[in-house]
């Protein structure tokens, strides 16, 4: 099991109080998507959740789980482990519960920090809810670190690149403040950070239409991409990877989204990575405007990565005057 990545300066916790509002929180320590998972007896009554949260990330090019999980006994859940900023604690107990329950609250020891609990009257009836536990868990996790990593776009921004998304399309975007440089096309801009390794980009583009069809889309992708994304010699381009790609529906602000992932590469070069998008219908003018992150990172891991540039799509929304 590795160690979890808490520093031994939060090895005690401070409480102080400030001018009668209530108590400070100190930081939580490791990094995201890592998780703490608590449980008497260890593994063996949490094997199931901690399997449930180390399934694959999809549409990434290479196998790595949803999050990374150091499993202990409640025993040995002491102070220093309370600062974590993902806890999750199985309880068992029949005495105390009737059916698998799962909660959670924000904040309890540190800040940023989720504390979730899961209570079940015997091991048989957790593993058999797991899969509906293994979900809830898993969504109140990534949803932790989503708000995280928007409060911390909200806290700073690229407001040049912010502000030109508003003017060409009438949508906002929180773009990271690294990504400084930019491209600008028909219906089309695009922001990277240019990184020598890990580099992170957004795209903004949009096309003719008043349905979100996946098929539709992904042929507008390539032919974007093929358009602005050119590479470094005459005939390379970016397009996708048809088969990688997964598209489902969710909502946003009471408005459809249609959200497609997988993986993208450039044509006669041996570029690519993982990609995921946000289409919505822009109704006054006819057209889908899409939001895209990508990432090229060689010989790296992926997930967190994407998911820093994912957080920025979910700060896409249409401007209200």
């Given amino acids: 099991m590795k160690l979890f990545t808490v520093c031994l300066a939060c090895l005690v916790l401070v409480f102080c109080s400030c001018n009668g509002q209530g108590s400070i929180l100190p930081k939580s320590g490791g990094r995201p998507y890592e998780v703490l998972l608590v449980a008497s007896g260890g593994g063996s009554v949490a094997h199931g959740l901690e399997a449930e949260l180390m399934k694959d990330v999809p549409g990434l090019p290479q196998r790595e789980p949803m999050f990374d999980v150091s499993l202990t006994d409640s025993a040995h859940f002491v102070a220093g482990l309370w600062l974590a900023r993902n806890i999750v604690i199985v309880s068992v107990d029949p005495g105390l519960f009737t059916s698998v329950r799962v909660r959670y609250e924000r904040n309890v020891w540190a800040r940023p920090q989720v504390v979730v609990y899961v209570n079940a009257p015997s091991v048989d009836e957790l593993n058999g ?3 509906t536990v293994g979900r809830q868990v898993a969504d109140l996790l990534a949803g932790s670190e989503l708000k995280v990593e928007i409060a911390r776009l909200n806290a700073g921004c690229n407001e040049k690149a912010s502000e030109a998304v508003r003017k060409g399309f009438g949508y906002d975007i929180r773009i990271p403040v ?6 600008h096309g028909e219906r ?25 069809d996946p098929v539709r889309a992904l042929a507008m992708r390539d032919s974007v991409m093929r358009v602005n994304i050119p590479g470094e010699r005459r005939g390379m ?15 946003q602000g009471g408005c459809s989204v249609m959200v497609s992932r997988g993986l993208w590469e450039m044509q006669g070069d041996a570029m690519g990575g993982p990609f995921v998008s946000r289409s919505v219908i822009d109704t006054v003018n006819r057209r889908v405007v899409v939001a895209e992150a990508f990432v090229y990172a060689p010989g790296m891991k992926k997930r967190n990565l994407m998911r820093q540039v994912e957080a920025v799509l979910h700060t896409f929304r249409k401007v209200t005057k």
């Fill in 129 to 131: 809810a797991m899969p």
């Fill in 178 to 183: 690294d990504m400084k440089s930019s491209k």
């Fill in 188 to 212: 089309f801009v695009w922001f990277s950070d240019n990184a020598a390794s890990g580099m992170q980009n957004i795209c903004v583009y949009s096309y003719p239409g008043l349905e979100l």
């Fill in 237 to 251: 381009y970016m397009r996708t990877a048809a088969r990688t790609v997964m598209s489902g529906m969710s909502e």
